[in-house]
Nanobody, 120 residues
Framework: QVQLVESGGGLVQAGGSLRLSCAAS??????MGWFRQPPGKEREFVAG??????RYADSAKGRFTISRDNAKNTLYLQMNSLKPEDTAVYFC?????????????????WGQGTQVTVSS
């Protein structure tokens, strides 16, 4: 049974940092990613990583870093210089696909989400 379990969310002041983790179990995936869903908005791509280079949304470039520890089957998202507009529920997603898709429908497995709140 596949499970993705996120952790690391919380409340942080603007300019601060958080590190999200996503522990996967049941199998490994070629592609894993982070999405977020701000209040009242649709879920959006944040960053993803496959066996090649990572891919970032424009809003994440220069501030967020995605990485994976294949030995631990764990995905990370280091978020620096956080802004109030980064407030959202962050979801881990996984798929066995080529490259790093940015649409939710391309991912087969999802975590339950972790809340990130950035205060001004």
């Amino acid at each position: 049974q596949v499970q993705l379990v996120e952790s690391g969310g919380g409340l942080v002041q603007a300019g601060g940092s958080l590190r999200l983790s996503c522990a996967a179990s049941g199998r490994t995936f070629s592609t894993m990613g982070w999405f977020r869903q701000p209040p009242g908005k649709e879920r959006e791509f944040v960053a993803g990583i496959s066996w090649s280079a990572p891919r970032y949304a424009d809003s994440a470039k220069g501030r967020f870093t995605i990485s994976r520890d294949n030995a631990k089957n764990t995905l990370y998202l280091q978020m620096n210089s956080l802004k109030p507009e980064d407030t959202a529920v962050y979801f881990c997603a996984a798929a066995q696909v080529y490259g790093v898709p940015t649409t939710t429908r391309r991912y087969d497995y999802w975590g339950q989400g972790t809340q990130v709140t950035v205060s001004s």
